[in-house]
T-cell receptor
Framework: ELKVEQNPLFLSMQEGKNYTIYCNYS?????LYWYRQDPGKSLESLFV?????AVKQEGRLMASLDTKARLSTLHITAAVHDLSATYFC?????????????FGKGTHLIIQP | DTGVSQDPRHKITKRGQNVTFRCDPI?????LYWYRQTLGQGPEFLTY????????KSRLLSDRFSAERPKGSFSTLEIQRTEQGDSAMYLC?????????????FGAGSRLTVL
């Protein structure tokens, strides 16, 4: 069974600081996704990582994937308040043909002025 | 295109009643997914369709849960004989499917409260 673990689950940080969220997964997969969820809202796609060594950047967020270590990171540079949200990583569970995404529990990020 | 639409947004019901949720995907998307999200957790995959074919339903939580997509467009998720443990947000998502990124676009969700 595919397991996806994120850490930390909760993060409070100050504006202007840098930080990294980690996502570990337990079995081989060829697709990893990062989503953002604001309170009371649905999930918004941020990044899709399809190969070992893939790196994607959008604004202050950068995601990377190491398939050998089964690890993805989401790095936040010079955080601003608007980035406060819950961030989920999700891995394609193609084992057994389910073809659904398995999500981590999410990282609840609060960025304080 | 207005994205993925779900209805109703909120449903309060008494234990033992049946409820049905509807999802209208993005029109050009042929894959449709249902997920459940409980407080403080990530979404949990339930089932998905490729056009009208339900390709995976073993993850449905019990035989009280069923889903249909009769014409390959909108889909319904029905929960029969609801229990308090069914209280959650039910999310629908759609995608192009096939090879490549296959990014899922999620709807706003239908929140179920079972009293």
């Amino acid at each position: 069974e595919l397991k996806v673990e994120q850490n930390p689950l909760f993060l409070s940080m100050q504006e202007g600081k840098n930080y990294t969220i980690y996502c570990n997964y337990s079995t081989t997969s060829d697709r990893l996704y990062w989503y953002r969820q604001d309170p009371g809202k649905s999930l918004e796609s941020l990044f899709v990582l399809l190969s070992n060594g893939a790196v994607k950047q959008e604004g202050r967020l950068m995601a990377s994937l190491d398939t050998k270590a089964r690890l993805s990171t989401l790095h936040i540079t010079a955080a601003v308040h608007d980035l406060s949200a819950t961030y989920f990583c999700a891995v394609l569970d193609s084992g057994g043909g389910a073809d659904g995404l398995t999500f981590g529990k999410g990282t609840h990020l609060i960025i304080q002025p | 295109d207005t994205g993925v639409s779900q209805d109703p947004r909120h449903k309060i019901t008494k234990r033992g009643q049946n409820v049905t949720f509807r999802c209208d995907p993005i029109s050009e998307h042929n894959r449709l997914y249902w997920y459940r999200q409980t407080l403080g957790q990530g979404p949990e995959f339930l089932t998905y369709f490729q056009n009208e074919a339900q390709l995976e339903k073993s993850r449905l939580l019990s035989d009280r849960f069923s889903a249909e997509r009769p014409k390959g467009s909108f889909s319904t998720l029905e929960i029969q004989r609801t229990e308090q443990g069914d209280s959650a947000m039910y999310l629908c998502a759609s995608s192009h499917g096939g090879v490549g990124a296959n990014v899922l676009t999620f709807g706003a969700g239908s929140r179920l409260t079972v009293l």
